[in-house]
């Protein structure tokens, strides 16, 4: 069944490019990739503003210092990221959570490096699913554009609509990219349509069994640094080692494959063993902050209450 779009969808200079209610059929999707009149240079993205910059002064911070503690990896992500050219207006949308939300630019970010860093280590596919990330860019994200700050932001819970139009986020991003990409199929817009689907069918926006592994990378990395990052909905992040464990207990419910979930853990540990060759465990030792209220939703009526 097409997905219905709740929300219009605008191009970044304010052009109506999709209208609510929209359901993105195949013969939508073939028409709306058509090449548009106007082109849009790609520009490379590691030497745009401050980028290099910020990344490095992530990967020194807990618990990326050890993530991210092998300098031959770090230069190998910095190789591939000077490889990504990019839309301007993608561009120019990074520069704009980085002006206005800080928390979703530096996640946009880390989540394509820790994507690269994961997609190089899995046996026997990694050469062609490095190339696949590497084409996404730091993206996944791109549709909370749409979302206005006072809601991306928002220390108290969220109302029903403003939930609503966050998690179109998926949807706004896939159409956005595809405009500017002119490809429905770009690897970009597919994994910022199904970052959160879960391989059992319960995430959104279509409720699919996600199979992608260059999705599925995506999915992990998102999950883990939401939990490790602060976050206007919580006053404190979650410590790296319940991070992790959230992580198992999803693979464990078949959300997520186990693999990806496995390099992670990997890369968190000092001496980096091969992620098919140490045991993971199940046991619950870590403890969700207190006053975290993500997922948690009022009633449109009781926001001035």
């Known amino acids: 069944m097409p997905i219905i779009t709740k929300f219009p969808v605008y191009d970044f ?19 709306f990739q058509a090449p548009q009149r106007k082109s849009y240079g790609a ?11 910020d990344l490095l002064h992530q990967f020194s911070t807990a618990p990326y210092d050890v993530i991210f503690s092998q300098s031959d990896k770090v230069a190998d992500i910095l190789a591939v990221m000077e490889q990504v050219r990019l839309p301007l207006p993608i561009l120019q949308g990074l520069d704009y959570f980085r ?7 530096r996640h946009m970010l880390m989540i394509f490096a ?26 996944h994200d791109l549709g909370k554009i749409a979302v206005p700050l006072a809601t991306l932001l928002k220390k108290g819970p969220l109302t029903i609509r403003e939930h609503d139009m966050l998690r179109h986020h998926t949807l706004t991003g ?11 199929s770009n690897i970009a817009a597919i994994i910022a349509r199904d970052h959160h689907e879960r391989r059992n069918g319960s995430g959104y926006p279509g409720g ?54 496995r390099v992670l853990i990997s890369y968190n540990r ?4 091969s992620y098919k060759k140490f045991e993971v465990s199940l046991e619950r030792r870590g403890h969700a902050p207190e006053s975290n209220i993500y997922g948690k939703v009022i009633n449109d009526h009781q926001e001035g209450e």
Not at 44 to 53: K, V
Not at 99 to 105: P, Q
Not at 114 to 138: C, F, N, V
């Open 270 to 273: 000092r001496n980096k063993p």
């Open 174 to 184: 896939y159409l956005l990219l595809a405009h500017y990409m002119q490809d429905t």
């Open 13 to 31: 200079e304010n052009r109506l490019l999709v209208e609510a209610g929209t359901k993105l059929t195949p013969e939508f999707l073939a028409e």
């Open 99 to 105: 002006r206005h939300d800080f928390h979703t630019y």
């Open 208 to 261: 699919i069994e996600q199979r992608d592994i260059n999705v599925e990378i995506t999915t992990v990395a998102d999950i883990y640094d939401a939990l490790i990052a602060q976050r206007p909905y919580r006053p404190v992040s979650f410590d790296n080692r319940t991070a992790l464990e959230e992580l198992t207990w999803m693979a464990d419910r078949g959300e997520i494959g186990w693999d990806v979930v």
């Open 43 to 53: 520009f490379p993205l590691i030497s745009h503003g401050l980028i290099r910059d």
């Open 114 to 139: 820790l994507s690269i860093l994961i997609a190089g280590e899995l046996e026997g596919r990694a050469d062609l699913i490095h190339a696949k990330i590497a084409q996404s860019g730091p993206t």
